[in-house]
């Protein structure tokens, strides 16, 4: 039965569908994630920031997990399934990572709308709950339990997370350093590159968090143009932190976490401090 859903929706398919969906299918990608955290952390509030990160690799843990407990076959392995060669995600299929991804971006929508009282957010978090899930169907890389159960499973961590990381108090930077250990060991234990992403990134954004809170302090306002100008500069730099030192690095699990390592410490500690330098003069309250 889920096979034909997924026979169903391709029937749809043409040129319109098959670009709109792939774009929709990118909120749900990694890229999206450190945009979407740069954004916060640089310019709106650090510790709305912590939560949605620490939220977002709790989920990226769990997903790795289940994925190595269930280990199902992507639908695109099925004959008649279409799916372009750009389209294709290595790994397993239950449950879905993308949907988790959406789950945490809207959870975290729904919590910004909430606290800033502005409706568009939670519009803006249902569709990317829907229409995510959605595409990873239309592109075969998923049936439709796998995004059901990704969806769901991502409210559910993000949830706990963001409790757990409120319970913390003013020593969230503390605790969440301590946790960095047992990521590591997991990877040792369990060496994939999902993990190594996962516990790369955490550990990068936890020291850096832990340094920058204690020795920082970056006053995240400005000016628009500053506001700008930091997440374009932020983002930049992760970008070549993530990109090009696929050139420079062996395709080694252990050079996965290198990369996240470094794209956390950036995000975390290297920009703050980078912004504070460059725009010292510039900077005021808004």
């Known amino acids: 039965m889920e096979l034909e859903i997924i026979y169903r929706l391709q029937d749809?398919?043409?040129?319109?569908?098959?670009?709109?969906?792939?774009?929709?299918?990118?909120l749900g990608d990694q890229i999206f994630f450190?945009?979407?955290a740069g954004v916060l952390y640089w310019t709106v509030d650090k510790?709305?920031?912590h939560k949605f990160v620490f939220a977002f690799m709790m989920s990226a843990i769990a997903n790795t997990a289940l994925k190595n407990v269930f280990k199902r076959t992507r639908p695109f392995y099925y004959p008649g399934v279409e799916s372009e060669p750009s389209w294709r995600t290595t790994g397993y299929s239950f449950p879905s990572g993308h949907a988790q991804a959406s789950g945490v971006l809207g959870y975290t929508a729904y919590h910004i709308s909430n606290r800033y009282k502005k409706p568009i957010y939670k519009s803006l978090g249902l569709f990317i709950m829907i229409m995510?899930?959605?595409s990873r169907?239309?592109?075969?890389?998923?049936f439709l339990t796998d995004v059901i159960a990704g969806l769901f499973l991502a409210l559910g961590v993000t949830f706990l997370s963001f409790k757990l990381v409120e319970k913390m108090g003013d020593d969230e930077h503390i605790y969440t350093l301590m946790l960095t250990p047992f990521f590591i060991a997991a990877l040792l234990f369990f060496p994939n590159h999902d993990l190594a992403v996962g516990a790369g990134g955490f550990a990068g954004f936890a020291i850096g968090y832990y340094f920058e809170k204690k020795y920082i302090q970056y006053v995240v306002s400005a000016k628009i143009w500053i506001q700008v100008l930091k997440v374009l500069l932020g983002l930049a730099i992760a970008l070549v932190i993530k990109e090009g030192l696929k050139f420079i690095f062996p395709d080694r699990i252990f050079f996965d976490f290198l990369r996240y390592l470094l794209i956390g410490g950036w995000a975390a500690l290297g920009a703050p401090l980078t912004f504070k330098y460059v725009?010292?003069?510039r900077q005021e309250n808004i």
């Open 132 to 134: 995510v899930p959605l």
């Open 12 to 26: 749809l398919r043409n040129a319109f569908l098959d670009g709109t969906f792939y774009l929709i299918t990118q």
């Open 279 to 281: 725009f010292k003069h």
């Open 137 to 142: 169907m239309y592109l075969g890389q998923h």
């Open 47 to 49: 510790r709305l920031a």
């Open 34 to 36: 450190i945009l979407v």
